[in-house]
């Protein structure tokens, strides 16, 4: 089965929000990356946080991670057109394979 | 180049028919993926490999079969094509601590 869950499924805000997306796993994990997939094309890494870090930020991204309530959040700051994506979690588990969930849309209007 | 290339892009084929998906890489990183991706399902791991002439079976294996005789190359495949198999396929290949690359996909068609 999935191993990541995200919520919400989708999410519309306006350019320069901030976005907020989330996501809750099941099992013990090495790291959690999130990935952004742009309408038909593949995805692309974004940030990769490691299971014995708390929060990580990558210019307008930033991550956190909560391994005792198994779950991630991903803040994208001052939104802009170009977000529009769809954004995945992804957990890298202890026997080497990673694991998606279904995916956050997020449509941010100009 | 560089890279992770996956071929075809896009393929038709019928109910039955094997089909092999191509997946390259000028890395020599260790782990491979393959995935399909549906609507409503997200990705869904299918096989994954994490060296040469090591596979292991994913969320969905069902149908399909892997080989990695070189370090590059990944190839998935469909033994008797179904049309449930109708799917878009990544490819995903990485070391793990920097993250994934994926492929550009194959969308495929069963027909």
């Known amino acids: 089965s999935q191993q990541g869950e995200e919520d919400p499924q989708a999410l519309s805000i306006q350019e320069g929000e901030n976005a907020t997306m989330n996501c809750s796993y099941k099992?013990?994990?090495?790291?959690l990356q999130w990935y952004r997939q742009n309408s038909g094309r593949g995805l692309v890494h974004l940030i990769l946080?490691?299971?014995?870090?708390r929060e990580k930020h990558s210019g307008r991204l930033r991550v956190t991670l909560d391994t005792s309530k198994k779950s991630s959040s991903l803040l994208i700051t001052a939104s802009r057109a170009a977000d529009t994506a769809s954004y995945f979690c992804a957990t890298d588990e202890a026997g080497g394979d990673m694991r998606f969930g279904a995916g956050t849309r997020l449509t941010v209007k100009p | 180049d560089a890279g992770i290339t996956q071929s075809p892009r896009y393929k038709i084929t019928e109910t039955g028919r094997q089909v092999t998906l191509m997946c390259h890489q000028t890395w020599s990183h260790s782990y491979m993926f393959w995935y399909r991706q549906d609507l409503g399902h997200g990705l869904r791991l299918i096989y994954y490999s994490a060296a040469a002439d090591i596979t292991d079976k994913g969320e969905v294996p069902d149908g399909y079969v892997v080989s990695r005789s070189k370090t590059e190359n990944f190839p998935l495949t469909l033994e008797s094509a179904t049309r449930s198999q109708t799917s878009v396929y990544f490819c995903a290949t990485g070391q793990g601590a920097l993250g994934y690359t994926f492929g550009s996909g194959t969308r495929l068609t069963v027909v």
């Open positions: 099992t013990s994990i090495n790291n």
């Open positions: 946080i490691r299971s014995n870090e």
